[in-house]
């Protein structure tokens, strides 16, 4: 079955304590994606990257990082979280070229305290 | 870069009444695809329906359909007969198929509740 698994899919945490969101998909997209969601401001892309060790910052980078070692994970890395970083995280895997297709990981839902 | 807008922040419809979400957007892309997808309390995004820009005829799935209007950069959402569980967020999401940069963009969301 095609899909993108995202971990953890809840995760309360202090501030400065690094974490890890990770984002795997079994369809060999190229192009795959972070987002965050906030009220009122839809969905804004963190980081996205086109390929293995092509990775690029989006409109919201602040604060993150990722890598792209492995065509297919995108681990979504807070080094020093912050409450400002509480929001629900979107994973999603594009494949290149024209098919139209979107796929989603199920959302993380993350608190910073 | 493409923007994309959603200025309905809220909307209530009756049940079996009908109901249309606007979205306007902004590109300077030809081809690309359109998109309407639904976030029900459980967060996950299913996609409700999808647009071609190539296509001039406007997307349907059953109760579903669009209003897509090429020129005038608009896609709208129209739900029919509107039942209890379309209550929802529904986000407008424009894509472009290849390139370089944000290949999907979001609108800020429509929350609509449907009420018995």
């Known amino acids: 079955e095609a899909q993108v698994t995202q971990n953890p899919r809840y995760l309360i945490t202090v501030t400065g304590k690094k974490l890890t969101v990770t984002c795997s998909q079994n369809m060999n997209h190229e192009y795959m994606s972070w987002y965050r969601q906030d009220p009122g401001l839809g969905l804004r892309q963190i980081y996205y990257?086109?390929?293995?060790?092509?990775?690029d910052k989006g409109d919201v980078p602040e604060g993150y990082k990722v890598s792209r070692k492995e065509k297919r994970n995108f681990p979504l890395i807070l080094e020093s979280p912050s409450p400002n970083q509480t929001s629900l995280y979107f994973c999603?895997?594009?494949?290149?070229?024209?098919?139209?297709?979107?796929?989603f990981g199920e959302g993380s839902r993350l608190t910073v305290l | 870069a493409q923007t994309v807008t959603q200025s309905q922040p809220e909307m209530s419809v009756q049940e079996a009444e009908t109901v249309t979400l606007s979205c306007t957007y902004d590109t300077s892309e030809n081809n690309y695809y359109l998109f309407w997808y639904k976030q029900p309390p459980s967060r996950q995004m299913i996609l409700v329906i999808r647009?071609?820009?190539?296509?001039?005829q406007n997307a349907t799935e059953n109760r579903f359909s669009v209003n897509f209007q090429k020129a005038a950069k608009s896609f709208s959402l129209k739900i029919s007969d509107s039942q209890l569980g379309d209550t929802a967020m529904y986000f407008c999401?424009?894509?472009?198929?290849?390139?370089?940069?944000?290949?999907?963009?979001f609108g800020g969301g429509t929350r609509l509740m449907v009420k018995p």
């Open positions: 647009q071609e820009a190539y296509k001039q």
């Open positions: 999401a424009f894509m472009k198929p290849r390139g370089a940069g944000n290949m999907l963009t």
């Open positions: 990257s086109m390929n293995v060790e092509v990775t």
């Open positions: 999603a895997s594009i494949p290149w070229g024209g098919t139209g297709e979107l796929f």
